[in-house]
Structure formats: structure tokens, C-alpha cells
């Protein structure tokens, strides 16, 4: 398993500090399992806990920015992100490491403040350059090695609800979250 993985105590501390969660998205947003059309059109499957995250994050008036770094390009990825409310993505990515430095420079952010979701070899560049790795729980053997935490779901089935849970959690906002919720119309 991994040498890097932290202590509850250790992840939480550092998961206060994120302002920039930036991840992969095939095999952590989606499973991996692509469907290509004959039109060269690419089908994923995306989980409709990790797009509650997404809106989640955004109940915060911009305390979260959220990225995408991947290595293929898809017009359905391009969609989502908009959908979702991405503030950086980049696609046929071939350094993730360089796109999650501009990202954080673009942000205003420090390797501190930010996480990255990775689940295969290519991520590991971005792994470097975050304050905090997180990978799910199906990931490759290496990135599990170098992962801070290994999320406990796999990859496509809520690994980014897992995230943002536990980043919100760290950060005592759940409770506004749920009164959110529960109360939409007090402010």
C-alpha cells in the first residue's frame, strides 16, 4: 500500500487548507469505460453523486475551484465541465504537472491549498506539484503508493463526492451545507 498515505488527523489538517480541487476524469469522474461512435463521438458514463459535489462546492460562493486535467479530449467533457462549473480544463493533456501549475498560478492558490484526484501513471506529475494526492480506491498499484489518501470508492462511483465531503467536513462547512438544504429560502 502507500508510504505517503496520512494519518486521519494529518488529512484532515491538510484538507482545511484546499481551495483548489483539480482531478483527472476518466477512471475518477467516470469509470473509464469509453463507448467511441461511429462518428468518433465519445460516451461516458458520469455518477450523479460526484455532480452533486460540484454543486455543493458552489453553495460557497466561490471559496472552491474546481479543474480538470485530462489526457483525452471529448466534446462530452467539454459539456460537463461547463455544466459543472469548471474554472480551468484542460484536455489532450500530456503534463499534468505543468497544467496544475498554471492552474494554481491562474487561481491564485498555493500547493497547499490544493488537491488532485488521480487514479494511473499519468497523473503522477500533478501528484508532485499538489499539497494533497487522493486517488480511488481502483487505482494503479503506483499511484496507491503515492497517494496521501485513497478514497473508498472506485473510480467513477462518487470519488469526487467522497472528496468534497471530507474537504467540507475538514472545514466544519457541512453544517451550512445541510441548513442550505434543508432551509433554501433563509440566506
Known sequence: MSKNLLSPRALRARAKK???LAMDVDGVLTEGSIIVLESGEEIKFWNVKDRIAFFMLKKFDGLFKVAWITGRKSRQVKDRSREVGV????????????????????????????????DDLVDLPAFREAGLAVCPADAHPAIKRVAHWITPSAGGRGVFRDVADFVLESQGLMGRLIERFEYPDRR
Open 18 to 20: 484546499i481551495r483548489l
Open 87 to 118: 474554472c480551468a480544463l484542460y484536455q489532450h493533456c500530456d503534463h499534468k504537472g505543468k497544467a496544475l501549475l498554471e492552474t494554481m498560478a491562474r487561481c491564485k492558490v498555493k500547493p497547499e491549498e490544493t488537491l488532485f484526484i488521480g
